[in-house]
């Protein structure tokens, strides 16, 4: 089992920025998808962005341009710049491994709050 830790939260304000790391317990072999979902309250998790073990990237209409999902192979580490934030994008926001395809793991969450 893979473990998956989040760090980087905290309380920004507008137009502020913030990256969040996301390290993997170990290293992982083979076609590997790691992503960013979120949830903000009373509503469903979203999809943020991901990037593929060939470094394809894909994000939500609402954050791009604004976030950039990156990953250090070596490192194990896949981060989320977000950049130009709204208070719209506060949640806790969540790392995804899938492996083959397939949910592998997910982390506990780091919260970001957006606020003057």
């Known amino acids: 089992q893979v473990q998956l830790v989040e760090s980087g939260g905290g309380l920004v304000q507008p137009g502020g920025s913030l990256r969040l790391p996301c390290a993997a317990s170990?290293?992982?072999?083979?076609?590997?998808?790691m992503g960013w979902y979120r949830q903000a309250p009373g509503k469903q998790r979203e999809l943020v962005a991901v990037?593929?073990?060939?470094?394809?990237?894909n994000y939500a209409d609402s954050v791009k341009g604004r976030f950039t999902i990156s990953r250090d192979n070596a490192k194990n580490t896949v981060y989320l710049q977000m950049n130009s934030l709204k208070p719209e994008d506060t949640a806790v926001y969540y790392c995804?491994?899938?492996?083959?395809?397939?949910?592998?793991?997910w982390g506990q969450g780091t919260q970001v709050t957006v606020s003057s």
């Open positions: 170990r290293r992982i072999f083979g076609a590997t998808d």
């Open positions: 990037i593929t073990s060939g470094s394809v990237t």
């Open positions: 995804q491994l899938k492996i083959s395809g397939l949910v592998a793991s």
